[in-house]
């Protein structure tokens, strides 16, 4: 982090300092656990704990401070009336600070991340950059990564999600961005959104946030995406692999792990640009090209765009992570986070990705759907049909549309109880060959479901996370 003195932070928080004024040059943090020499931990009140109760632990890992709603005994804490807008205030404050930042801002009901990623990759050859940890996208994960942000960073990746109207006008606040890209407008979070339509108005407050001279890149895939050009001042650049955009993908080859190549004509600077992506998904396509008119905005030339592409791996866990595990078993684990349009694509994955092999799908609930959610289900499982799956196995009360849909069409289907019984089930089912998707909402539990099966089954995770294929 930029360093600041606990008087600094009490004076662009608006609090005040009581205690020992202090040099805060470590990272800023709100798990105590995470504190370090020269942290400042920010004590927030949440539902099941009070923060201000973990500051002591903050300050024996090394904080020197802290940002909180009161006095504590003895520690030095700058006392504010909003803990969560005085923290907003103080990552402004680093942005302010670093003037020859450049911000991207990432949204989207699906692929934030990966995209984020994606794009961090491409970046860091050139230039100090820093991007979220995993799906750091809320009011709190944008400021903590916003903190991390030194002088000599060049470039911050800002994912941006939002579960209400408002959400992402108020994050490009912390973090103004000059290029903006929107991925897709789907029914992720509809539950709480109430609407498609309102999902795609708040996207939106991503491009109305650009300046004049800065950049919207848009898919042109998504109607609801290119409508968006009207709503900002900065210029349009539209991806996608239909005819109407600007910069598209062609002559697309899928090898036989689903990995895609593909050429992108209209690129800033150059005719025809071959890419081979080390990911898995056709699904990654478009979220490659929204990188590459991106990186090319920051002045990356285009070899270097696809370079940073081709080498690029999986970074945040249990997205699309492919592990090749003993008797030629192929295990795929998405179930980080699922709706119906991340849903089809992992399928259509596994059926390329399965092609003369027994396919086998292990579905969970896909949460935040409201009224939406029983007919998405059902329309999961008549997908798994389509694609013609092998063996669908629906793991828990909220997938049984998916099962009934599936058995209704044919599909050899098996229902568990829970991620226990799935487990179970699946040792038994497994067979040398098989490819194997296991696809869920994150609260659904199928991504520690994956993780158990690919130890078990000869593969292995690193101490970091990583996957290993």
Known sequence: MIAFTLENIATV???????????VDGPV????REAAPGSLYVARVGEHADGHDFAPSAIDN??????????????????VADVQQA????????????????????????????????????LAPVGETVAPVGSYNSEVGVPLTVCRVTSDTRFLVAEMGATNIGNITYLTRIAPPSIGIVLNVGTAHVGEFGSVEAIAQTKGELVEALPTAGLAVLNADDPRVVAMAGRSVARVVTVG????????AVDVVLDEQDRPSFVITGLDGVDRLPVHLGLHGEHQIGNALAVAVAARELGIAPEQIAA????????????????????????????????PDSMRAALAALQRMGQGRRTIAVLGEMRELGELSRQAHHDVGATAAEFDIGVVMA???????????AEAAGVHVERADDVEEAHRMVMQLLAPGDVILLKSSRDSGLRYLGDRITVEQGGFLSEDGSKHA
């Open 13 to 23: 928080t608006g609090g005040t300092l009581h205690g020992d004024d202090q040099l």
């Open 29 to 32: 943090v709100t798990d105590s």
């Open 62 to 79: 090394g904080a020197v401070g802290v940002l909180g709603s009161r006095a504590l005994p003895g520690i030095p804490t700058v006392v």
């Open 87 to 122: 923290f907003a205030d103080l990552a402004r404050a680093v942005v302010d600070k670093a003037p020859r930042l450049r911000i991207v801002g990432i949204t989207g009901s699906s692929g934030k991340t990966s995209t984020k990623d994606l794009l961090a990759q491409v």
């Open 241 to 248: 692999r239909g005819d109407d955009a600007q910069v598209r």
């Open 308 to 339: 940073g592409l081709a080498g690029a791996r999986p970074v945040s866990r249990w997205r699309m992570e492919v592990h090749q595990l003993d008797r030629g078993v192929t295990l795929v684990n998405d179930a980080y986070n699922a709706n």
């Open 395 to 405: 793991v828990g009360a909220g997938a049984e549309p998916i099962a009934a849909a």
